[in-house]
């Protein structure tokens, strides 16, 4: 039982690994996905490493080294799409984890190394937002996103 539970997980974290790197058209080193589920409320972010360059969603194109051989899409829906997605899979879990009576996560935070092939994941089951007056799920994937740009 305990099998085909973790079995589901992985897949739907592999479908978000997926979509991300079918959002860069398989042109990054990293990707970096956030998802979080606290007081009923589904968010999700991704951003990557490309070209030692840690970069947002919509800032793809301000990584290419030479911008006349390649142009990544950026729009509006394709990044929309992409979130959905993310979100669907975070429903999922949600789904998953009831389903097996198992806790459900607050947050989730992949990191999928492209050159190695290589998945980790740091999961949350505290509140990590929504006990503070002014904090959102996106301030703690911004926070994310400037450490990992720090660090890069």
Request: charged share 30%.
């Amino acid at each position: 039982m305990s099998e085909i539970f973790e079995d589901k997980f992985s897949e739907l974290q592999a479908d978000m690994v997926a979509i991300c790197l079918e959002y860069v058209e398989n042109r990054a080193e990293k990707i970096f996905i956030y998802g979080s589920f606290e007081e009923k409320v589904i968010s999700s972010d991704f951003f990557y490493c490309i070209n030692g360059v840690v970069v947002r969603k919509h800032k793809l194109n301000d990584a290419i080294n030479n911008p006349m051989d390649f142009q990544y899409d950026t729009s509006g829906e394709r990044q929309s799409g992409v979130l959905n997605i993310l979100n669907n899979n975070i429903k999922e879990m949600i789904k998953l984890c009831k389903e097996y009576n198992r806790e459900m996560l607050s947050e989730i935070k992949l990191v999928y190394n492209v050159v190695n092939n290589s998945l980790k994941a740091d999961y949350r089951y505290d509140k990590v937002y929504s006990n503070h007056p002014e904090k959102t799920a996106d301030d703690v994937s911004m926070k994310w996103f400037e450490e990992i740009q720090s660090t890069l």
